[in-house]
């Protein structure tokens, strides 16, 4: 019975060092636009700005996605991603999607889009200059939509 108790006590005090040094942080927005902007700078380029009605249409998709049951850029319906930026008046020049699902680190994520081609085309084009975003949780897992906009017809590198 001794060790059955003692047994017991590692397991509780195991049990409190890993909560203690796991801390479950969600990703924010926030997160997402400083290591975009980092990629950015690294390219010469301008960082982007939080636009919070690129915001607003982000949060509209990601939601459309989870009503409709879908994860791509295109809905079932045929909606496409600019739908959602003339929805919420943003007039734009240059516009452009980044979809992602299941991330539980910015880290992981910012480097899978890095990773990708067209992901990557997105982060680094010179004609962007702001961005939205939207992180919700469908399932137990994260969707992220990140929107980038511009209003001006011309080029944003680093000043």
């Not at 006590?9 to 409190?16: E, G, H, Q, R, Y």
């Not at 479950?24 to 400083?34: A, D, G, H, V, Y």
């Not at 049951?69 to 452009?96: C, E, I, M, Q, R």
């Not at 699902?101 to 200059?129: C, K, Q, T, V």
Request: proline letters at 4%; aromatic letters at 12%.
């Amino acid at each position: 019975m001794f060790s059955k108790l003692r047994f017991g006590l590692l397991l509780v005090i195991i049990s409190l060092l890993l909560a203690g040094s796991y801390s479950f942080r969600p990703l924010t927005s926030q997160e997402i636009l400083n290591l975009v902007n980092i990629d950015r700078t690294k390219h010469d380029l301008a960082p982007l700005t939080l636009n919070p009605t690129l915001n607003l249409a982000a949060m509209a998709k990601a939601e459309d996605m989870i009503n409709k049951d879908y994860f791509a850029h295109v809905g079932p319906d045929g909606t496409n991603p600019w739908y959602w930026f003339k929805s919420l008046g943003y007039d734009y020049a240059y516009a452009g999607e980044n979809l992602a699902e299941g991330y539980l680190d910015a880290h992981d994520l910012e480097n899978s889009w890095m990773a990708s081609p067209s992901h990557r085309a997105n982060i680094l084009s010179p004609f962007y200059s702001e961005a939205g975003l939207a992180v919700v949780n469908r399932n137990s897992a994260n969707i992220i939509v990140q929107f980038f906009g511009s209003k001006e017809n011309k080029v944003t590198l680093r000043q």
